[in-house]
C-alpha cells in the first residue's frame, strides 16, 4: 500500500496578490520601453545619415532660397543683433487716466535718433505703485520686421522717426502707478544689395 505525504497548499492573501500583480505590470512595462527604445535607437541610427544630408542641402541651397523670396520678406530676415544701437534710441512709457476708473492707459513712446533702421524691439514693461512694488508685466514689440495690419506688427522705425502707441491696463488711480521699460530685443538691418527695407501691406 502506498503512502503519501500531506499536501500543503499555499494561500496567498490579498495584498500579497496586489504586490505580486504591480511588481508583473512593472516588469512589463520595463521590459516594453526598453524594446521600443532599442528600436528608436536603430531607427535613429539609420535616419542619422539622411537628415545630416538633409541639413547640408538645405543650407548649400539658402543662398537660391533667399533670393527667390519675395523683397518684403528678404529683407525682413537681413538684419543683426545690435545692443550697441541702443544709446541711439529714446524709450518711454507713461501711464495716463481714462474717464473709468477700473482702467489705465500705458503710452509707449520710441525715437530712433541714430542712422539705421531698427527691425525689432522688444520691451518688457512693468507696471508699479508709488512704493515701487511690481503690479502687473507684459511684453510689447514696438517695433516688428514687417508692417501688417494686426497690432502687434508695427513695422520697422526709419531713422529719425518717432513711433507712439497705447495699451489699456486694468489699474485704478493711475496718477499714483508708473511704468518701468526695460529693451530685451533689439536689431537693425543690415544692407545687403542697396535696397532698404520693405514694408508689407496685405491690403
Same mark, same amino acid.
Given at each position: 500500500?502506498?503512502?503519501?505525504?500531506?499536501?500543503?497548499?499555499?494561500?496567498?492573501? &490579498?495584498?500579497?496578490?496586489?504586490?505580486? $500583480?504591480? #511588481?508583473?505590470?512593472?516588469?512589463?512595462?520595463? =521590459?516594453?520601453?526598453?524594446?521600443?527604445?532599442?528600436?528608436? =535607437?536603430?531607427?535613429?541610427? $539609420?535616419? @542619422?545619415?539622411?537628415?545630416?544630408? #538633409? $541639413?547640408?542641402? &538645405?543650407?548649400?541651397?539658402?543662398?537660391? #532660397?533667399?533670393?527667390? *523670396?519675395?523683397?518684403?520678406? /528678404? %529683407?525682413?530676415?537681413? +538684419?543683426?543683433?545690435?545692443p550697441d544701437y541702443l544709446s541711439?534710441?529714446?524709450?518711454?512709457?507713461?501711464?495716463?487716466?481714462?474717464? %473709468? %476708473?477700473?482702467? @489705465?492707459?500705458?503710452?509707449?513712446?520710441?525715437?530712433?535718433?541714430?542712422?539705421?533702421?531698427? /527691425?525689432?524691439?522688444?520691451?518688457?514693461?512693468?507696471?508699479?505703485? +508709488?512704493?515701487? /512694488?511690481?503690479?502687473? %508685466? &507684459?511684453?510689447?514689440?514696438?517695433?516688428?520686421?514687417?508692417?501688417?495690419?494686426?497690432?502687434?506688427?508695427?513695422?520697422? *522705425?526709419?531713422? $529719425?522717426?518717432?513711433?507712439?502707441?497705447?495699451?489699456?491696463?486694468?489699474?485704478?488711480?493711475? +496718477?499714483? =502707478?508708473?511704468?518701468?521699460?526695460?529693451?530685451?530685443?533689439?536689431?537693425?538691418?543690415?544692407?545687403? @544689395?542697396?535696397?532698404?527695407?520693405?514694408?508689407?501691406?496685405?491690403?
Open positions: 500500500m502506498n503512502q503519501t505525504g500531506p499536501v500543503y497548499v499555499k494561500r496567498s492573501g &490579498f495584498l500579497t496578490a496586489l504586490v505580486y $500583480g504591480v #511588481f508583473g505590470l512593472l516588469t512589463t512595462v520595463v =521590459l516594453c520601453a526598453s524594446g521600443v527604445g532599442v528600436y528608436a =535607437l536603430h531607427i535613429a541610427d $539609420g535616419r @542619422a545619415g539622411d537628415l545630416l544630408n #538633409f $541639413g547640408e542641402s &538645405f543650407l548649400a541651397g539658402w543662398p537660391e #532660397f533667399q533670393a527667390a *523670396l519675395p523683397p518684403a520678406l /528678404t %529683407d525682413a530676415i537681413q +538684419d543683426r543683433r545690435a541711439q534710441m529714446d524709450v518711454s512709457v507713461r501711464i495716463e487716466s481714462r474717464d %473709468d %476708473d477700473r482702467y @489705465a492707459r500705458a503710452v509707449v513712446e520710441v525715437t530712433n535718433n541714430g542712422p539705421e533702421t531698427v /527691425t525689432l524691439m522688444a520691451l518688457n514693461v512693468s507696471i508699479e505703485d +508709488d512704493h515701487h /512694488t511690481p503690479l502687473s %508685466d &507684459f511684453v510689447t514689440y514696438a517695433v516688428t520686421p514687417l508692417a501688417i495690419d494686426d497690432g502687434d506688427w508695427r513695422g520697422p *522705425l526709419l531713422p $529719425g522717426n518717432t513711433r507712439r502707441y497705447g495699451r489699456t491696463i486694468r489699474h485704478s488711480n493711475a +496718477d499714483k =502707478l508708473t511704468a518701468v521699460v526695460e529693451v530685451s530685443e533689439l536689431r537693425v538691418w543690415q544692407e545687403t @544689395a542697396g535696397r532698404a527695407p520693405a514694408i508689407m501691406d496685405p491690403s
